[in-house]
């Protein structure tokens, strides 16, 4: 079963006053690429953290917003006492005049907030916690999205095969109108020249005409290509896929190009270009696969 690069994940926690949110979301991308936001009092915690990531998800653009409140004890900042009462003294030495508490405690170094390193590290065990946790909600909807990406899928699978039934069959119509036509136009020049025209010579340009326009290989192939796809949606390998329906889908393209050029009947270059519009579709869908 294929999954989505698009999902949504968000976990929530508290402990010991510390309030901890986040946040993922992923979007389509050749690689894994990771976006970490997170508030100044938590930042450095950057490469943990999208280590994490990296070990539940595989590709994608993925970005992580984090919120975090210390709605404890420990949150409370430490009044530098010698730098407010130097403050005072000098204001003092100005003006005789009551000061404003609050007005004083946002002069610079008053309040010093400095989180010991054992907060920190609890605060960042607490993300680890939850990162998984949101990862798992982001995978079930990627899978969710993955089911009707492989529906559309094999929609057009399912139209591809159809149009190589009818090009199949028209393939040995082709060659017995390019006979009959042969025939008609060497009938036709030769009885000017009162000669009869050579059954070995009729055959020979029939052959080599069979010759040029043999598109069984291609038939063959593309047939191989479309099975292989068809096995990758429905496999139980949980892998990633995308770039090798990615590959698939371009080698399906240059087949149905080889058909088209190789043979120019009417009939069949329909088919071929109802073919390459279903593997264009493919294509912008395989974009969104894992």
């Not at 591809?160 to 069959?169: K, M, P, R, Y």
Request: aromatic fraction near 2%; include cysteine; glycine fraction near 6%.
């Amino acid at each position: 079963m294929i999954r989505s690069m698009t999902g949504f994940g968000s976990a929530t926690d508290v402990e010991d006053g510390r309030h901890c949110s986040l946040e993922i979301r992923t979007l389509n991308g050749k690689h894994l690429k990771c976006h970490v936001r997170l508030p100044d009092e938590l930042s450095g915690l950057e490469p943990e953290l999208e280590s994490v990531l990296q070990g539940h998800l595989s590709r994608g653009t993925v970005t992580m917003t984090v919120r975090y409140q210390d709605r404890s004890g420990h949150a409370a900042a430490d009044i530098n006492t010698e730098a407010l009462q130097r403050y005072i003294d000098q204001l003092k030495s100005i003006d005789e005049q009551t000061f404003d508490a609050a007005a004083l405690l946002q002069l610079p170094g008053v309040l010093v907030q400095d989180a010991p390193d054992s907060r920190r590290s609890e605060s960042a065990a607490l993300l680890k916690r939850l990162v998984p946790v949101a990862c798992e909600a982001v995978i079930e909807m990627r899978k969710v999205e993955g089911e009707k990406l492989q529906a559309d899928l094999m929609l057009h699978l399912s139209s591809i095969s159809e149009s190589l039934i009818e090009v199949e069959a028209r393939v040995p119509e082709v060659n017995t109108l390019y006979s009959d036509r042969l025939q008609s136009r060497m009938k036709s020049m030769l009885g000017e020249l009162g000669a009869d025209v050579r059954e070995e010579d009729l055959l020979r340009e029939v052959a080599i005409f069979a010759e040029k326009s043999d598109i069984s290989e291609e038939l063959a192939r593309l047939r191989g290509h479309l099975s292989q796809f068809a096995d990758l949606l429905e496999g139980d390998d949980a892998s990633p896929v995308g770039r090798t329906l990615d590959f698939l889908t371009q080698e399906m393209l240059r087949e149905a190009n080889t058909m088209g050029s190789k043979c120019l009947d009417p009939a069949v270059s329909r088919h071929v270009v109802s073919i390459k519009g279903d593997v264009d579709r493919i294509k912008e869908q395989v974009q969104n696969v894992e």
